[in-house]
């Protein structure tokens, strides 16, 4: 068997793209609901403790801003061309052939009981495609991609080639590259029972990033020296009372010709081969996951 061609990657000229939410929710009304939440910043156990539990006296705002928060939205497709080695089995319905003869190959037929039949073995040549299209939270958390789609369908954003929101952009823990090597992973996961390969190609769609405003209020609780964060998102208004304050922020302007250089530190951590690439998928596309 000659060896199997190396997998080729391509993507489409215009499959990079940058899309910012426009803020529903207003920052006023967000504040309002992270005070009123305040003291379920430090989890249930801490609120219902009776011998010391966060106060309104004893829980004081320390900072606050609002923030686009990065999700993926990724469409690949891999072409693969290969053939399979196959034994056909062929019924013969004269009770009285011995052989059968096609072009210059004589075929013995075997019998079993009332049945008869020939085998031969053939060559398939084949083409199958395989799809990749999913939501990935750019903040490596088990948000459901259905959540990530809603925002996409329920909500208005806008295409532009550049952000300049430094202190707002937070910087992705899922690079586009390791986006890609996600997909890769799912993509390349699917068994092809081939004989031998002749072409694999895996073709990028859509590699688009998605901004979605957030705003996040951190209390102190000073009386247990502890640190709480509220989440309010800016397009539904839900607020997330286990909220995580992120410090790494894009520090530059951010255009789509950059997207492959965003984080693409974390890249370097899936192990090639795609073993860790897709235990890191599953984890955030498992069904059971829970939403944010």
Same mark, same amino acid.
């Given at each position: 068997?000659?060896?199997?061609?190396?997998?080729?990657?391509?993507?489409?000229?215009?499959?990079?793209?940058?899309?910012?939410?426009?803020?529903?929710?207003?920052?006023?009304?967000a504040?309002?609901?992270?005070?009123?939440?305040?003291?379920?910043?430090?989890?249930?156990?801490?609120?219902?403790?009776?011998?010391?539990?966060?106060?309104?006296?004893?829980?004081?705002?320390?900072?606050?801003?609002?923030?686009?928060?990065?999700?993926?939205?990724?469409v690949?497709?891999?072409?693969?061309d290969?053939?399979?080695?196959? $034994?056909?089995?062929?019924?013969?319905?004269?009770?009285? /052939?011995?052989?059968? !003869?096609l %072009?210059?190959?004589? &075929? +013995?037929?075997?019998?079993?009981?009332?049945?008869?039949?020939?085998?031969?073995?053939?060559?398939?040549?084949?083409?199958?495609?395989?799809?990749?299209?999913?939501?990935?939270?750019?903040?490596?958390?088990?948000?459901?991609p259905?959540?990530?789609?809603?925002?996409?369908?329920?909500?208005?954003?806008?295409?532009?080639?550049?952000?300049?929101?430094?202190?707002?952009?937070?910087?992705p823990?899922?690079?586009?590259?390791?986006?890609?090597?996600?997909? $890769?992973?799912?993509?390349?996961?699917?068994?092809?029972? /081939?004989?031998?390969? !002749?072409? %694999?190609?895996?073709? &990028? +769609?859509?590699t688009?990033?998605?901004?979605?405003?957030?705003?996040?209020?951190?209390?102190?609780?000073?009386s247990?020296?502890?640190?709480?964060?509220?989440?309010?998102?800016?397009l539904?208004?839900?607020?997330?009372?286990?909220?995580?304050?992120?410090?790494d922020?894009?520090?530059?302007?951010?255009?789509?010709?950059?997207?492959?250089?965003?984080?693409?530190?974390?890249?370097?951590?899936?192990?090639?081969?795609?073993?860790a690439?897709?235990?890191?998928?599953?984890?955030l596309?498992?069904?059971?996951?829970?939403?944010?």
């Amino acid at each position: 068997m000659e060896p199997q061609p190396v997998q080729v990657q391509a993507q489409a000229p215009d499959a990079s793209k940058i899309f910012v939410f426009e803020e529903v929710y207003p920052f006023r009304a967000a504040q309002e609901q992270a005070e009123k939440k305040k003291l379920s910043a430090f989890g249930m156990m801490a609120k219902f403790n009776p011998l010391n539990r966060p106060r309104e006296d004893t829980v004081q705002l320390s900072r606050q801003e609002m923030r686009l928060e990065p999700f993926w939205h990724v469409v690949a497709q891999r072409s693969v061309d290969y053939t399979c080695q196959i $034994t056909y089995q062929v019924p013969v319905h004269n009770l009285y /052939a011995q052989t059968l !003869q096609l %072009d210059d190959k004589v &075929f +013995e037929v075997t019998r079993q009981k009332d049945k008869a039949r020939i085998e031969f073995v053939a060559i398939e040549h084949c083409h199958r495609k395989i799809h990749f299209d999913q939501m990935i939270d750019g903040m490596q958390r088990d948000i459901k991609p259905a959540v990530l789609k809603a925002y996409i369908e329920k909500y208005k954003f806008t295409e532009t080639e550049r952000v300049e929101r430094p202190d707002e952009l937070l910087k992705p823990l899922i690079s586009m590259a390791a986006a890609k090597q996600l997909a $890769t992973a799912s993509l390349t996961s699917e068994a092809v029972n /081939a004989y031998e390969i !002749q072409a %694999d190609l895996t073709h &990028f +769609e859509r590699t688009h990033l998605y901004l979605r405003p957030v705003f996040a209020f951190e209390f102190r609780w000073s009386s247990a020296d502890k640190i709480g964060v509220i989440e309010v998102d800016g397009l539904t208004g839900e607020v997330v009372e286990n909220g995580r304050w992120f410090k790494d922020k894009v520090s530059q302007v951010l255009t789509r010709d950059m997207l492959v250089d965003i984080g693409a530190e974390m890249a370097g951590t899936l192990v090639p081969g795609g073993g860790a690439a897709v235990k890191l998928l599953s984890k955030l596309v498992a069904p059971g996951a829970p939403g944010h």
